[in-house]
């Protein structure tokens, strides 16, 4: 049985707690390695590591920190099959669908590129007479992610290209589910001339994310996952002195108006929803169809569904792999089986006709859904797309703003006030306007608002660079000795 381990101090370490995880092909539904699951011990090792790496890294040139990510660039982008193959393998996602994370993730590392830029304080000559005032941005030290299954290269990548070019080094502790493509951004990291112990992997559970939390020597921690361990993380990271941005779940909700051209809706709603079977933190799991065309809406939604190809990533034409364990599996489905006794109309049953192995669900389309319903309250993280009805704008804005999460949403209209006043109006984080999935570019950043982001600041882009530094303010002077005296009074400009 193949063993994923440790990546610590530039090379794989075998873990020292006999503990190990199964690493399935969702595909198959069979095991096809076991991964370390790492002690308090070997968390400590490599943090001990990072700290270490830290000083001479924080004091490496900008142009040189700049060179290596210029050369990460390089390295990513001949190796995107690489990449996406083993998210295809572990995840299960399909080719195209794994090609596109990494090309996302690659942005990040674009973005990282310009940090000479992105790292320039401000300069104020002259604040007072013979004093200059200047701010400047530095690295905190070791900071730590901890990321989700299902983007396992770009998450990643989200963090450890602004935190490492910013100066920190980094402890990356990748879900146990699918580790292995964060095993090979560490190799890659060393060829782009990282140096040794500047990023690290540990694998494992629950036992490393706390050690990683209490941690003396971690200064940030930066988390993408459900809701509940978000929240877990905030509390017990900020308790314990550190910076934290905690990133949860989600219930995306796409308002269809009745002006809106009803065959691209339905397009945009059929791709966001199943997309990556549903397992995306922006994929749309609502509708909200107003009265007026919610009938000729579900139809048309329902009338693209059989055309998914849905299989693994290994079949030619596959769009839509399985979910990525059994038991997520099964989870999803019981949302599907219980909403027709909780009074929705079941449209599309995919529970039916399954491949018979790994860990498949077709794609369900479950109509007249309401709040207090569970496939409506909870995140159901599968291929399930809900409908509510709604009257119209108002109605539909007010149920988007009174769920808990606050991810993603988008509208669809062809009416650009209508479009306007919804960005004016709605409490959500990312918003697209005919644009289903508005995951921001690089140059801007990622979060949600409410249950979806515990913290102050998003995620990458600029906002990860001030998460990622700390600024120090240094007021200057050069007078000459001969004028020097003894002041007691308060420094004043006037
Ligand atoms: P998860 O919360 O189960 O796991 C995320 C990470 O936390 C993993 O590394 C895992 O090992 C660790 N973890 C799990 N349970 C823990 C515990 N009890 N204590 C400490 N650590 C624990 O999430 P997941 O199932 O891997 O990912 C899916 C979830 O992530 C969905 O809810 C999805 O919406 C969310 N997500 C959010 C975003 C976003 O940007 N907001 C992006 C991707 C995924």
């Not at 011990?41 to 490496?60: C, E, G, H, S």
């Not at 299989?311 to 019981?334: C, N, Q, W, Y």
């Amino acid at each position: 049985m193949h063993r994923i381990s440790h990546w610590i101090d530039g090379k794989v370490v075998e873990g020292t707690s006999g503990r190990s995880g199964v690493v399935f092909d969702p595909a198959t539904g069979l095991q096809q390695a076991s991964v370390d699951l790492a002690s308090v011990a070997d968390v400590d090792v490599a943090v001990a590591v990072a700290l270490a790496a830290f000083p001479a890294w924080r004091a490496t040139n900008l142009s040189r920190r700049a060179e290596v990510m210029f050369h990460m660039r390089e390295l990513v982008d001949a190796n995107r099959k690489e990449i996406a193959t083993l998210l295809t393998k572990e995840h299960g996602k399909v080719l195209g669908d794994a090609l596109g994370e990494v090309a996302r993730g690659l942005e990040n590392i674009e973005f990282a590129c310009g940090v000479p830029n992105l790292m320039k304080g401000g300069y104020s000559e002259q604040a007072s007479t013979g004093i200059d005032v200047y701010s400047i941005k530095q690295p905190l030290g070791v900071v730590a992610g901890i990321t989700p299954f299902n983007f396992p290269a770009m998450v990643p990548m989200w963090m450890f290209a602004n935190a490492l070019a910013c100066g920190n080094t980094f402890v990356l502790k990748p879900s146990e589910k699918d580790p292995s493509a964060s095993m090979f951004i560490g190799e890659l990291l060393k060829q782009a001339g990282l140096p040794d112990g500047a990023f690290n992997v540990i694998n494992g559970d629950k036992v490393a994310v706390d050690r990683l939390l209490e941690h003396p020597d971690v200064q940030a921690i930066s988390f993408v996952g459900s809701t509940p361990i978000a929240r877990y993380i905030y509390e017990t990271g900020t308790k314990n002195g550190k910076r934290v941005q905690a990133l949860g779940g989600a219930k995306n909700h796409m308002l269809v108006l009745a002006d809106a051209d009803l065959d691209m809706a339905a397009d945009a709603a059929v791709s966001a929803a199943y997309g990556s079977a549903g397992e995306r933190c922006m994929a749309i799991s609502v509708v909200l169809a107003s009265e007026a065309i919610a009938d000729d809406l579900v139809a048309k939604i329902q009338e693209r569904i059989p055309a998914i190809k849905v299989g693994p990533a290994s079949e030619d034409g596959s769009e839509m792999g399985p979910l990525i364990t059994g038991e997520h599996r099964d989870k999803v489905k019981g949302y599907v089986e219980g909403a027709a006794g909780e009074g929705a109309t079941l449209v599309v049953d995919g529970t039916v006709g399954v491949p018979a192995t790994g860990f498949f669900l077709n794609p369900s389309l479950i109509d007249n859904v309401t709040p207090g319903m569970k496939c409506y309250d909870d995140e159901i993280f599968g291929p399930v797309l809900t409908v509510s009805r709604v009257h119209g704008y108002d109605d539909g804005v007010a149920l988007i703003n009174s769920n808990q999460y606050g991810n993603g949403t988008a509208i669809f209209t062809r009416d650009g006030g209508a479009a306007r006043q919804f960005e004016f109006d709605v409490q959500v984080g990312m918003v697209g306007v005919n644009v289903p999935v508005p995951v921001p570019v690089s140059y801007y950043s990622f979060g949600g608002w409410k249950n979806s982001l515990f913290g102050d600041t998003h995620i990458y882009g600029p906002e990860g660079i001030n998460f990622y530094t700390r600024t120090k303010v240094v007021t200057k002077r050069w007078p000459d000795p001969r004028t020097s005296k003894v002041d007691l009074g308060f420094p004043q400009n006037r």
